[in-house]
Structure formats: structure tokens, C-alpha cells
């Protein structure tokens, strides 16, 4: 059958976006990826949008579908079509280039702000080293699910806090700042501690919960901030 | 156009992936009088590294020997590595473990806090550490983390255009600024190379769409040899857009079906069916396809619905997953699309043991190059760890050529860059050649005659046709001379790179007269030591006609067996 894309569109250097519908033939097991391609080839050489892996690996294609930010690679084409004229958008809460190309500069500058790296004392490497004496299951688990964030930006996009208040760093940095958080090899912990309580910080999330309905990796922000936020409120008591 | 900006460093890194970034951190904390450029088409998280799942190899138990590794990974490339590249990268795989973890890599612990270790293909014990079933993931970002906390110079959704060198001296790179438009200029002493593999010359494929060669075209046109460049790996099944569907599928239970219906491995492997050698069940499946038992789609089909709905559920969620998000497919309702899918480029650009290619300056590590390690066919395992090891090395290589060298003679730059301005400018323009026709007619050439099976009259046709496409290829033009996020310019630039690569392998290919690792030839089948124990080497002159030549193995301690069993 036929699919009706309805896509947002915005030159270069212009203020302006308009929408433009395109027409693309489907079959059984096209990605919304793929129909992007389909279009870039066949109607208009200058559609711009990203992409590398198509796997839901590398989490360059995230895009907004029908208002709701998802991979572009790991979404059917043809069950959404059947349903009417897809409604194609770049991801929210960031500036756009072109096309569906977002601007991701503010998203990496949350992420710098919360030190995303491992810092140790000791430059040497763990010939022996338990997770499980140091950290719960559940730690685990969440720390295991931090690790899977393959920095898409779509939890940054749907965020309603972010969208009301630009000083707060959006659930990916959080995350995060919760995996070297608890990462017992980390020696940043209390500035850390200190990062996550500050204004903007990742105290400042009201728990809409839409990181974790959106998240193609099912990472879970909330609850990554949830572990932070139970924490610091222990410590202070 | 103009080059709007110049940048000057010590080195430039084109690629950020497991290898371009395991040389800038090397260097920023060896070196850090040094300065460093890592410039790359997409976010370097975004890299093809990331895809990897299974692991990387490394004798790190206290009962395992470097010297089994090393074996192993000369008998599985069919002894066309070179013997002292091979020791350098399996001694010092350990060493590469050991920086991860340093840096912040999760890798799984066994019961007693060691590195945990599991069993891969061709190898005589469990040898390889990982990251659940997200290695290459965790370990990008670990390395990319890291490049954060350094302050390393990351210019990201930069594409590189065009090589700048003064005969064998490197100069520097030619780029533009995805989001900007902005051309610059990287002048730089030394430059690496480190832009991954070339698996998308082919239609069937399981690289990131960004794997175009870039690295080893540019290295080609300015001089340089790919070695090896022939060697291409294929898995048995992938989905219709190349995606892997592991064989942990058949492992369970699955059954390969031709549109008959028919259990074909029955044919080809009646004692194994469909747990046959992974060559085999390839080129069965290939086999099918070709002779019209394949589906309309072009493959032939994963049936896993006799496990039933609970085991599928069970056992191989993942696939199940993997099945339903990337070909609309539940295997436990339908069965899976599958056909043979190209995997790994071999081959590369040709360097010596310290990544240094024959031009002064200029060095390449990872995918790209070609040392080498993988010899006719790579371990599972031995890609992240390629890419670690001589991304390091090269870390330390660099720095110590920079100072035993001059800087490069820049007379005659400015004449060079107007040149490279004047051969970018004619891309633009109206009319010509349609990009993505004359990629499909690659994808296809390449996979009709450079595939699982080759043979003499299929693979002359295939480097005819090539040619011609290549010739065509000079006459495409990009109509938008905006440079900003410019998918018809940027696919039009990777399409030169992609057709450098597959001449090259097209030409290396109809010369070897033997059956080696992923070079297989129904005409001759046979590997042969006597006349073939030897790297090929494709090197292009100024007016773009390509040259084939050959060097032995070094061998330095292991006499290369005649036959390879397992």
C-alpha cells in the first residue's frame, strides 16, 4: 500500500518550517527509516535527517512520530500507515537545523555538566572486582540499564519539566550522573551529590514519567533518578 | 567555494570510534604537549563500533596463554596474518582490557571478581570479556567518556572530503561542518586514519549505513596500497536490510526453509542441517537463492514456530525483538526473512606493524587498515580488540614519529588546496549521474560477483561492470551547494569512496586462483600455499587506473598449515 508521510520541513539558515506530505510505497517490514530513505532518493535529494546503525544501536534517528519521540529505525511503517497520514516531526526541546535535524548542542552540554566520566584515584585497572559485594540487585539492574543509554534524546525531547524550565538537565544527564553516582570505583561522589541537588539538578524532576515511556532502550530515567533522589534525601536526614 | 577556517595540529584522527579514540586519549595522556583533532561524520557515539555485541578477546586468566591466542587467530584467518602483527595484537590484548577498565568499562565479573570470559568460534577456551550483550556500546562510550574528560578536541559531524598530500608527505585534511557549512582546512603533521570498515559497497550488509570506506578511498588517491582488500567476512543470516538475526536462532532449533518448503541443509549438510560450519550454511543459503528457491524477497526463510510461542519467548526474546522491530515479522506467527549479509572488511589500508602507511605522516588503524591481523577471515572477538590494540599503538607510534620528524614541507600547499577546492567545485552542478542508481547497481554488482561464491567468468564480468560504474561515477553532480546537513552531497561523496573499495576488490578478487577464509572460488577451491601465501596490494596512480601487486606473509615462527579443519 501507499503511506502518507506528513513531514516537517525547514531550509537552512531560515526561520520558517512548512510540512510537505510524500506518498511512499510500502511493504511488509519497512522501518520509519526506511521510508525516510525512500524519500531522500526518490522525491527530494535534499531531505535531511539522521542515521548510521538502523539497529537501535547508535541513537541517531530519533524523531518525533505521531507527537511521540521513537526511533525511526525501530519502528514499523506500515501498521502506522494503515492507520492514516503518519505525522513526522524533529525531536522537541531542542532547536532544529534542518529538516529533522535536531540541534543536539544543549542536550550534550547537560550532558558535560554532570562530569560523565569515571574518575579514580588510583590510574590503575581492577584485576579483581565484585559488583554484586558493592552494589543491591536493584542497583545492578539500574546501573545495567544506564549503561544501555544510547543518548537519543528522545526522554530529553518529551520531558514536560525540561520544557518549562531550560535550566534543568533532562533525564540522560541524570541518568548519567546516577550511573557514576553509584559506580563504587567513582571518586567524585560528594560533588556529584552536591551536582544532583543543585538548582537544575536532578532533584529538580517532577516524575512525569514520560522518559520511561519513550525510551527505546528502556533505560527508565525516573527510576535512575528516583535511586539519586532517595539517596540524597537520606543523607540529609 | 572558499576554505573558510585553518586549523594547525600535531595529529588529526578522521573516525572516532573504538580505534580513533583509543589513540586520542593515548595520546592526551602521554603526550598532552600535543595537540589533537578527532573529526568524525556523525557524534563519535554514534560510530559503527557501538553495534558490536559479543565481546573482546584477550588472554587475561591467569591459566591462559597469549601464545594460544595467537594461534588461533593465524589458523581462523587461514595463516595470511602477518605473524609479528599478530603477536603484537594478542600480547598485548590484555593491556587493552586493562585501559577500559581504567577508564570505566562495566565489564562482567566471574565468581571470583576476574574478568568473566566466554566461549567464541575458533577458538580452543573462553577468551572473550564482555559487556552483557552490549560490548562494542558500553565500550564507545566508555572510550567517549573518557575524550570528554581529557577536553579532547572533538570535532563531530564533520565530513572529510579530500586528503591533502605533497607527493609521499601528508599535509592535511579537507572537511566541512555539517551544521555550519563551514569548509576547513586541518593542517596537521600526522594524521590517522581510523574510519572503520567498507561493508556497504555491498546490497546485503550488516555495517551502519555510514560504512563507505572513506578512510581507505582517500588513503588509495593519495597513493597508498589496500592490502588484501579482497577479503570481505559474510554471516549466514541476516534480515532483509542486513540487520543480524545470531545463531543462537538455529541453535535453539530453527530450520532453514527454501520456498518449496523444504529443509534445504539436508542437501548440503545432512549430519549438521542447519548447525553446519558458518561458510557453509552461507553459502547454502546463497545456493537457494540463486538457483530460484529463494522467496520473492530475495531470501529464503528462519522457521522457528515448531519451538512454539514459550520457547521462542524464553529462549530467544531477543531475536524475537530483533524480528518484530527491524521485519514486521513475530517468528512466532511467521517465519524470518533471512539471507547471507556482508560483515567485516579484512582487508584495508596498507600499514606496517607501528599503523605507519608509505606516506610520510599518514597512518591508519582499526577496520580500516590492514597490519595485518584478521589474515582471510577475523575471529568474532578480534574487531574491537583490532581496533584497541593498534588505536593504542598507534597513540604511541604517533607521538614517537612526530619526534624523530620534521614537521611537513608546506611549499606548494596553497597551489595543492586550490586543486582539491577546484575538484570539489566541478561535484556541483546540473544534470549527470543519479546517486542512488548507480549505488544500488554497485550493491548488486558486488554481491552478484563478489559474494559467497566467485569464480573466474563471474567475478571479470563483475570488474567490468564495476569499472564502467566507476567511469560513470565521474559524471555526477550535486544540485544544492548548501552545505548544511547536504544528504545528496554527502551521499554522492561516499559513493566515490565505496567505488574506490570495490574496484579494488574487484581487481584483488579475479586474481587470487584460491579458496581462502571469505574468498571462496567454485573453480578453484582449494587454498594454495605455494602460489598464494601472500597479501595483494591495489595502489591507483594520479589518472585513477589501479595496479595489483603482492608481498609475502612475514613469517616469523609458525609454519602455516596446508589445510584448515576444525
Known amino acids: 500500500m501507499k503511506g502518507r508521510f506528513d513531514i516537517f520541513r525547514k531550509r537552512a539558515g531560515e526561520s520558517d518550517p512548512y510540512r510537505q506530505e510524500f506518498e511512499v510505497e510500502l511493504i511488509p517490514g519497512m522501518t520509519v527509516l526506511e521510508v525516510f530513505h525512500a524519500i531522500q532518493a526518490e522525491h527530494d535529494p535534499s531531505f535531511a535527517y539522521r542515521y548510521s546503525c538502523r539497529g537501535a544501536i547508535c541513537g541517531s534517528c530519533a524523531v518525533r512520530i505521531n507527537g511521540t519521540a521513537a526511533l525511526a529505525c525501530k519502528t514499523q511503517a506500515l501498521p502506522l500507515a494503515e492507520q492514516g497520514t503518519v505525522r513526522i516531526d524533529p525531536l522537541g526541546n531542542l532547536p532544529t537545523i534542518k529538516d529533522l535535524v535536531a540541534d543536539f548542542d544543549i542536550f550534550w552540554e547537560a550532558y558535560d555538566s554532570v562530569r560523565p566520566y569515571l574518575e579514580r584515584a588510583e590510574e590503575t585497572h581492577d584485576d579483581v572486582m565484585f559488583w554484586a559485594d558493592k552494589l543491591d540487585a536493584k542497583q545492578l539492574d539500574q546501573l545495567s540499564r544506564a549503561v544501555d543509554c544510547i543518548k537519543c534524546a528522545s526522554c530529553f525531547s518529551d520531558c514536560p519539566k525540561r520544557a518549562e524550565d531550560e535550566n534543568f538537565i533532562g533525564p540522560q544527564a541524570s541518568v548519567q550522573l546516577f550511573k557514576f553516582y553509584i559506580d563504587p570505583r567513582d571518586d567524585l561522589h560528594s560533588m556529584r551529590r552536591d551536582a544532583a541537588s543543585s538548582p537544575g539538578g536532578v532533584v529538580d524532576c517532577d516524575s512525569h514519567a514520560n522518559c520511561v515511556k519513550v525510551c527505546p532502550k528502556d533505560v527508565r530515567p525516573l527510576r535512575a533518578i528516583n535511586f539519586v533522589k532517595k539517596e540524597l534525601s537520606a543523607t540529609q536526614e | ?566
Open chain 2, 1 to 566: 567555494m572558499q576554505i573558510n577556517e585553518r586549523f594547525d595540529y600535531d595529529i588529526v584522527i578522521m573516525g572516532a570510534g573504538l580505534a580513533g579514540l583509543s589513540a586520542a586519549l593515548t595520546i592526551a595522556e602521554q603526550h598532552p604537549d600535543l595537540s589533537v583533532a578527532v573529526l568524525s561524520k556523525v557524534h563519535p557515539v554514534r560510530s559503527h563500533s557501538g553495534a558490536a555485541q559479543g565481546g573482546i578477546n584477550a588472554a587475561v586468566a591467569a591459566d591462559d596463554k597469549w601464545e594460544d591466542h595467537y594461534y588461533d587467530t593465524l589458523k581462523g584467518g587461514w595463516f595470511l596474518g602477518d605473524q609479528d602483527a599478530v603477536r603484537i595484537l594478542t600480547e598485548q590484548a590484555p593491556n587493552a582490557i586493562y585501559h577500559l577498565d581504567r577508564w570505566g568499562a562495566h565489564f562482567d565479573r566471574d565468581e571470583h571478581g576476574h574478568f568473566a570470559q566466554r566461549p567464541f568460534g575458533g577458538q580452543r577456551r573462553n577468551r572473550t570479556c564482555y559487556v552483557a550483550d552490549k560490548t562494542g556500546h558500553a565500550l564507545l562510550n566508555t572510550l567517549y567518556e573518557q575524550a570528554v574528560h581529557l577536553n579532547v578536541d572533538v570535532f563531530d559531524e564533520w565530513f572529510v572530503f579530500d586528503l591533502i598530500h605533497h607527493g609521499d608527505e601528508f599535509l592535511g585534511l579537507l572537511a566541512f561542518a555539517n551544521k555550519t557549512g563551514t569548509i576547513g582546512y586541518f593542517a596537521a603533521k600526522t594524521c590517522l586514519l581510523a574510519t572503520g570498515g567498507a561493508g556497504r559497497i555491498y546490497g546485503q550488509s550488516s555495517n551502519a549505513l555510514i560504512n563507505t570506506g572513506d578512510g581507505m578511498a582517500l588513503a588509495l588517491r593519495a597513493g597508498a596500497a589496500l592490502k588484501d582488500i579482497e577479503f570481505f567476512q559474510i554471516h549466514p543470516t541476516g534480515l532483509p536490510n542486513g540487520i543480524l538475526i545470531t545463531e543462537g536462532a538455529r541453535g535453539e532449533g530453527g530450520y532453514l526453509i527454501n520456498k518449496d518448503g523444504e529443509r534445504f541443509m539436508q542437501k548440503y549438510a545432512p549430519q549438521f542441517m542447519e548447525l553446519a560450519p558458518r561458510d557453509l550454511v552461507a553459502r547454502s543459503i546463497q545456493r537457494e537463492i540463486n538457483e530460484g528457491r529463494g522467496f520473492g524477497d530475495g531470501c529464503v526463510r528462519l522457521d522457528l514456530r515448531h519451538l512454539g510461542a514459550e520457547k521462542i519467548k524464553a529462549k530467544l526474546p531477543q531475536i524475537r525483538e530483533i524480528a518484530m522491530y527491524f521485519a514486521g515479522v513475530d517468528p512466532i506467527e511467521q517465519p524470518i526473512p533471512v539471507r547471507p549479509t556482508v560483515h567485516y572488511t579484512m582487508g584495508g589500508i596498507d600499514v606496517d606493524i607501528n599503523c605507519a602507511a608509505p606516506i610520510k605522516g599518514l597512518f591508519a588503524a582499526g577496520e580500516t587498515a590492514c597490519v595485518s591481523v584478521h589474515g582471510a577471515n577475523r575471529l568474532g572477538g578480534n574487531s574491537l580488540l583490532d581496533a584497541m590494540v593498534f588505536g593504542i599503538r598507534s597513540g604511541e607510534t604517533i607521538p614517537a614519529y612526530l619526534h624523530a620528524a620534521d614537521g611537513p614541507d608546506r611549499t606548494g600547499e596553497e597551489a595543492l588546496l586550490e586543486a582539491a577546492m577546484d575538484r570539489f567545485d566541478a561535484l556541483f552542478g546540473d544534470g549527470g549521474e543519479d546517486v542512488p542508481a548507480l549505488r544500488m547497481e554497485m550493491e548488486r554488482i558486488m554481491v552478484a560477483s563478489f559474494g559467497l561464491f566467485r569464480n573466474q567468468e563471474l567475478m571479470e564480468k563483475g570488474l567490468a561492470e564495476i569499472s564502467a560504474l566507476h567511469r560513470r561515477y565521474a559524471d555526477v553532480r550535486v544540485k544544492s551547494t548548501d552545505l548544511v546537513f547536504n544528504p545528496e552531497l554527502i551521499r554522492a561523496l561516499e559513493l566515490g569512496f565505496m567505488l574506490e573499495v570495490a574496484h579494488a576488490c574487484a581487481l584483488a578478487a579475479v586474481d587470487r586462483r584460491e579458496s581462502r577464509g571469505s574468498h571462496y572460488r567454485d573453480d578453484f577451491p582449494a587454498m594454495d600455499n605455494a602460489h598464494f601465501l601472500r597479501h595483494s596490494l591495489v595502489t591507483r596512480d594520479a589518472q585513477g587506473a589501479l595496479a595489483l601487486a603482492y608481498r609475502d606473509v612475514t613469517i616469523t615462527d609458525t609454519k602455516p598449515l596446508d589445510e584448515i579443519k576444525y
